[in-house]
């Protein structure tokens, strides 16, 4: 810094702009995009709560009858001709499941308020027996109902398989720290040996439904096929490129520890969940981006040009980028010459470069000495527009995410689901990993029992809820769902 080398007093000024201006100033402009940005979201999700609420009620109007009490209801039998009327591909079974999972009470009708939870009920995913029954058992009855097929299967979907294989995780880790080469392939064969358990086990269809087991999954087969390739070319085991991959690989799976810790899952959720909204803040950065690519187009084309590579240059000729009001420039010296405007992908890399504020004071001056201060505008009007204001923005909506996701960690279960998940798990008819543990458990016990049901459920489905990761939309209902609760709790 120029300033220090000529009075050591100057960085004093330094030292209190960057804190007034840079850490204070600007966490009080998040904060404040932050409350705006929250104060609109309650507003969009209220208006989305009250929309679909109107179009329920509407719908609710046109199919309810007049009981003898004066009560406005809705019966089965106009159920049964909407749903068919709505899912003609779905079977009258899975209909008539629909209904006793709304109709609390079992009286032949649903009120208003039962109705309104359709909505919640219809984007659960419903599952025939022939859906959750895995395809070895489909292909090789009895091989998989033996009793040696039953110890495996219990044996895989028991807890303490789950804590064995993050010990070899943990180990395959310290042994890749400690460089130990020896027991390379062992790990390599345990780990594929569990994925093919659980292909056996869980069958293929529910394995590749867990997001944790897609990621297990793409890890060891892409750490299998290098492996294979090592031993296939030795050239590509010579290189170190490939040998860093593959141990970046190995090392990914300690991701799955991870994940079982609550504090770090909530962290790998919030991830997962920005992950989903990413193409709505990525349109809306590329409006921008091309909006002031165009105009930079406009203003900046053909004023820098390439410079030809080293090797083709003399040793005393300057470098100038095609314009000699470059001359002795830290531009031209830092042969910044390929951020130009010429085309858009240029254009969309020089933005990129002033997004995340990489020398941009240098390229900001670059295109001054070529065309005039009043260049400056673009910089600080682009610097305001995409820096500040819109990445602010997005800094705002993770902050938010991740406080929702907190928030509904600290709720209790029973506040966490909704209302149909609550009945749905109460009446025994939700599918996941624990019930297919039950069913193995109850398996030797009830021989009656075909594809997972137990007496009293539908005989032939079961329902798939949610787990892991919320779409953004979901958390929020739920956090307003919560929140009206409350207040009327208050009142």
Known sequence: MPAFDYNAW????????????????MSICLATIYNNFKEHLKEYVADSVREKQDNLQLAFDILKVETGHGEELLPKSRWMSL???VHPSRLDLEHSLLWDVLANKHTGYISKS???????????????????????????????TSKASRLIRKTVANRFFRYFIDLAVVANAVCIALDEEDFEWFFMALFVFEILLKFYVFGLKKFFHSAMNMFDFVLIVAALVINVLEL????????TGALDFLLVLRLLRLVR?????????????????????????????????????????????GKIIPEPVLANRTQNQPILCGNPKLNGTQFAMNRYCNN?????????????????????HVLAEGFVAVTHQAARIYFIVYHLLVVILVLNIFSAFILEL???EYTMSKEPAERRESIIERRITVMGLDEDESTYLNDLENEETDTNIRGGRRPGQSPAMRFRLPRGANKVEELLQKMYEIEREE?????
Request: with cysteine.
């Open 402 to 404: 991740f406080m929702l």
């Open 83 to 85: 749903m068919r009327t």
């Open 340 to 360: 130009n405007f010429n085309d858009i992908l240029h254009s969309f890399v020089v933005l990129f470069e002033l997004m995340v504020v990489n020398q941009w």
């Open 257 to 301: 520890l991870v994940y079982a810790i609550e504090r770090f899952r909530i962290v790998l959720k919030t991830i997962s969940s920005i992950g989903r909204s990413l193409l709505t803040y990525g349109g809306v950065l590329f409006v921008f981006f091309y909006i002031f690519a165009i105009i930079g187009m406009e203003a900046f084309s």
């Open 114 to 144: 039962e109705f309104f939870h359709v909505a919640n009920l219809l984007d659960i995913q419903v599952l025939e027996v022939k859906d959750r029954e895995p395809e070895f058992q489909r292909w090789f009855p009895r091989c998989y």
């Open 232 to 239: 296939a070319w030795t050239s590509i085991s010579n290189q």
């Open 10 to 25: 100057f960085t004093l000024f330094f030292i209190i702009y960057l804190i007034i201006c840079l850490y204070l100033f």
């Open 487 to 491: 207040d009327k709790s208050d009142v």
